[in-house]
């Protein structure tokens, strides 16, 4: 018989904190995808002074990003690699101010979404990830995160 692991609230708060950022990280790519389209992206990355072709990896980074986050398989360690993705787009914003509703989008939406990645890569993923249910079916009940 395995013995069920009871959970701090602080777990579920981990929880929601990685949805939420997987379903922004989803919907950021997707708009460099619908909306932007991915060559429109790369002209823009050009013309911030990164090279164009960055906005493909870009993309797929955010979108298998999010998708692990949702999910929560390695959620800690798909958290950290988004940094440096968001921390380059908090550059480009520096000099337009603050706000993000200014003209040519502020400095603090970004920074903020650099510094919830780098929340839950400190606490852990919380519950209901498909990475925990998969190590502890495969452990054979042992605690393998």
Excluded: C
Excluded at 8 to 16: F, N, Q, S, V
Excluded at 21 to 35: C, P, Q, R, S, T
Excluded at 48 to 65: M, N, Q, R, S
Excluded at 120 to 128: C, E, R
């Amino acid at each position: 018989m395995t013995e069920m692991k009871e959970h701090h609230p602080a777990d579920y708060g981990a929880t929601l904190l990685r949805l939420s950022l997987g379903v922004m990280w989803i919907a950021h790519a997707l708009l460099k995808l619908l909306v932007f389209t991915l060559p429109g992206t790369a002209q823009y990355f050009q013309s911030v002074g990164f090279p164009a072709f960055l906005a493909y990896p870009v993309f797929a980074l955010e979108l298998t990003g999010g998708v692990a986050l949702v999910l929560g398989i390695y959620a800690r360690q798909a958290a950290l690699l988004l940094v440096p993705v968001m921390a380059a787009a908090a550059s480009v914003h520096f000099a337009n101010g603050w706000v993000h509703t200014s003209p040519g989008g502020g400095w603090e939406y970004p920074v903020f979404l650099v510094l919830a990645s780098v929340v839950l890569w400190l606490i852990g993923d919380g519950v209901f990830t498909l990475r925990r249910s998969l190590l502890w079916t495969l452990s054979g009940g042992r605690d393998a995160s």
